[in-house]
């Protein structure tokens, strides 16, 4: 699914114009992001978490070389899904 259809779905349920429901999406994805970057988790009952994961550094190797490499430490975005979305889902 595209954002447009996501978009077009949302307003067609929620019954909003495209326009606002656009605007919801992205405030919605905003809040996750900011909420994400401080660092912490955010919680959707029945749906799911997302919170940040912290990859340590640690050295790699170039496969066309073979010479080492350092990986910098990372974060990275997680996303666990609610038992009530697998059940769903299953």
Do not use: H, W, Y
Not at 50 to 57: E, G
Not at 66 to 82: D, E, M, P
């Amino acid at each position: 699914m595209k954002k447009s259809e996501l978009v077009e779905a949302v307003a067609e349920k929620a019954g909003l114009t495209k326009a606002d429901a656009d605007r919801a999406i992205k405030a919605i994805c905003d809040e996750i992001t900011g909420v994400l970057k401080k660092g912490d988790k955010i919680t959707l009952p029945g749906f799911g978490t997302f919170s940040v994961s912290k990859r340590a550094a640690r050295e790699g190797r170039n496969p066309q070389t073979g010479a080492t490499v350092k990986i910098a430490a990372s974060k990275s975005a997680r996303f666990k899904q609610s038992t009530a979305l697998k059940a769903v889902l299953n």
